[in-house]
């Protein structure tokens, strides 16, 4: 029998504009941002080919520590939008100075990026085009402490492959139990184009700790087991669990949006 396990994860969040923007200087400071705040849909926004960045204040409280910013632009969003920006995104502190992350691109989906606030209440967002010509893009933010359950969905070390389908937009939890003889863990899964037949999502996989934060190191690899594709049956992927751990996480999510479907997944 599957055990389901229950897991608090974030629920999205939309930016809500309050008030229009321009941009004049480029040394992290800001005029006039557009004050977003967190609520359950995508914000959607536009560069006009002159205009080539824009800045969002996202005010929160002391309550919330950590958030997901997640966008969506050219080639990375979802079947049902057709963005056509493509776009790089900073995060600083509400100084303009203070980094959490710049230039970072690819932030759909499983992609979204974690941030761990500081001390203030709040932090700014500047998302710049990179074509700089006119074209259409969408933020939103996880709160991490909003809660909407995913169901963990336990598979067997060694047992046979657990088959399961995906749409667009889920996030598919899976908890990996059973003993070990070894601390090395293969963990691959079967799609539209990996040698096992019949399957036709295309999807990507993660591997985390149980505290959902900390991927593991792909074995024999100093990158993170994050977002990675084709761990097929013949050239699968493993981890090395942490001496004394027999569980661990894994996330599975569209890695071609069009593509929903059918997949399996199997550790050993």
């Not at 824009?54 to 520590?65: A, E, L, M, P």
């Not at 079947?79 to 509400?94: I, K, P, Q």
């Not at 149980?210 to 074995?219: C, F, H, K, R, V």
Request: with cysteine.
């Amino acid at each position: 029998m599957k055990t389901v396990f229950r897991l608090l994860l974030s629920t999205i969040a939309l930016f809500t504009i309050i008030t229009s923007c321009t941009k004049d200087a480029l040394d992290h400071g800001y005029e006039n941002p557009i004050d977003l705040e967190l609520s359950t849909e995508w914000y959607e926004d536009n560069f006009d080919g002159v205009q080539n960045e824009i800045w969002y204040r996202v005010d929160i409280g002391d309550v919330v520590s950590q958030v997901y910013i997640e966008w969506s632009e050219k080639d990375y969003h979802g079947s049902s939008r057709n963005f056509t920006a493509e776009v790089s995104v900073d995060a600083y502190w509400l100084d303009g100075e203070s980094e959490y992350f710049i230039d970072k691109d690819k932030g759909y989906g499983a992609d979204a990026r974690l941030v761990n606030l500081s001390s203030e209440s709040g932090l700014l967002v500047r998302v710049r085009n990179l074509n700089e010509a006119p074209g259409t893009f969408a933020l939103k933010i996880y709160d991490k402490e909003q809660i909407s359950e995913i169901e963990l969905v336990e598979i067997v070390i060694g047992q046979d492959w657990h088959t399961a389908s995906i749409a667009e937009g889920e996030i598919l939890g899976f908890i990996v139990t059973g003993g070990v003889e070894s601390q090395e863990v293969i963990v691959q899964w079967a799609e539209h184009d990996s040698p096992e037949e019949g399957y036709t999502a295309d999807i990507k996989g993660s591997v985390y700790k149980l505290d959902m934060e900390s991927p593991y190191n792909i074995a024999g690899s100093d990158k993170i087991f994050s977002g990675k594709d084709n761990s097929h049956s013949d050239n699968p992927k493993g981890v090395i669990l942490d001496q004394g751990e027999n569980n661990f996480v894994i996330l599975i999510s569209l890695n071609d949006f069009l593509k929903e479907g059918s997949f399996a997944i199997q550790a050993k």
